[in-house]
Nanobody, 125 residues
């Protein structure tokens, strides 16, 4: 089992920045990919970014490419999402997720095994 806890959400004005943090615990040695998802009111959940835990390869949704950066600290079992030049359309609940599947794909928006409870991000214009 892997437990995930997000932090770092909050309110920011358009153009501002936030950094989300996902702290993992439990059988973290089994993690293959960690990802950040978001769900805005009335919309489906979408994959924002993901990172391969051991190799560091990354994936970004087109809507955030160039503005968001995902990273991880393996020693501290933590993943980060640095969000810059934020826009009102980035407003959503952001979830950290992880999979232990060996064949998992970075761009897959399903198949995650573990989820955090989410953290709210609000961007005002």
């Amino acid at each position: 089992q892997v437990q995930l806890v997000e932090s770092g959400g909050g309110s920011v004005q358009a153009g501002g920045s936030l950094r989300l943090v996902c702290a993992a615990s439990g059988r973290t040695v089994s993690i293959r990919i960690m990802g950040w998802f978001r769900q805005a009111p009335g919309k489906e959940r979408e994959l924002v970014s993901s990172i391969r835990w051991s190799g560091g390869n990354t994936y970004y949704a087109r809507s955030v490419k160039g503005r968001f950066t995902i990273s991880r600290d393996i020693a501290n079992k933590t993943a980060y999402l640095q969000m810059n030049n934020m826009k009102p359309e980035d407003t959503a609940v952001y979830y950290c997720a992880a999979t232990t599947k060996i064949a998992a794909e970075l761009s897959a928006d399903d198949g995650m095994d573990y989820w955090g409870k989410g953290t709210l991000v609000t961007v005002s214009s």
